[in-house]
């Protein structure tokens, strides 16, 4: 199993470009994650998906915005970039969509980001 | 104010001392709690993860949990440098939605030979 994949691994774009990051899980999970990293700010959640056919607002969703593919994929567009968003953006997948106490998050490779 | 705290560092610990690193958090509604590690250039890796007040071991790692101070910690006993890394504590209860993790901003361990 490979798990969480991302795609692209870099990517570099110029301000009011567009783009799509793409995630798939092999490991049957409902629910699915995109988070953003920048230094000395730590994880914070852009978008979620409890389960097929949802996704909800996280903490920075300003900007984005996802879709729900199948069960496997989950998909995060910027439809006009900034150079606020340059990031590295990771995907995340768990098994449980019912907030079960112990469900895991499982976290892809990584997309590093850069807006010009 | 963060919802998870934890001391960004860097902990310096000589090769195989005990490793302690801990975080605070403000939801007292946090059911439980998580501790990823992650390489520089790499994705968080789970290593432990608690929800009962008290100790739990695996190998190693020791997480401990005191809801009453909201309190979490992980202990890292006979450090190796392989442990330098960057340790992110996260949350998890029910304020806005039982799935979602809040993560602090992670300690940066450097385990020195």
């Known amino acids: 199993n490979a798990g969480v994949t991302q795609t692209p691994k870099f990517q570099v774009l110029k301000t009011g470009q567009s783009m799509t990051l793409q995630c798939a899980q092999d490991?049957?999970?409902?629910?699915m994650y995109w988070y953003r990293q920048d230094p000395g700010m730590g994880l914070r959640l852009i978008y979620y998906s409890a389960s097929e056919g949802t996704t909800d607002k996280g903490e920075v969703p300003n900007g984005y915005n996802v879709s729900r593919l199948n069960k496997r994929e989950f998909s995060l567009r910027l439809e006009s970039a900034a150079p606020s968003q340059t990031s590295v953006y990771f995907c995340?997948?768990?098994?449980?969509?019912?907030?079960?106490?112990?469900?895991?998050?499982?976290f892809g490779p990584g997309t590093r980001l850069t807006v010009l | 104010q963060k919802e998870v705290e934890q001391n960004s560092g860097p902990l310096s610990v000589p090769e195989g001392a005990i490793a302690s690193l801990n975080c605070t958090y403000s939801?007292?509604?946090?059911?439980?709690f998580f501790w990823y590690r992650q390489y520089s250039g790499k994705s968080p890796e789970l290593i432990m993860s608690?929800?009962?007040?008290g100790d739990k071991e695996d190998g190693r790692f020791t997480a401990q949990l005191n809801k009453a101070s909201q309190y979490v910690s992980l202990l890292i006993r006979d450090s190796q440098p392989s442990d330098s890394a960057t340790y992110l504590c996260?949350?998890?209860?029910?304020?806005?939605?039982?799935?979602?993790?809040?993560f602090g901003t992670g300690t940066q361990l450097k385990v020195e030979l």
């Open positions: 996260a949350s998890k209860g029910l304020t806005g939605g039982g799935n979602k993790l809040t």
């Open positions: 939801d007292r509604g946090s059911q439980s």
């Open positions: 995340a997948s768990s098994e449980d969509g019912q907030g079960r106490v112990m469900d895991t998050q499982y």
């Open positions: 490991m049957n999970h409902n629910s």
């Open positions: 608690i929800y009962s007040n």
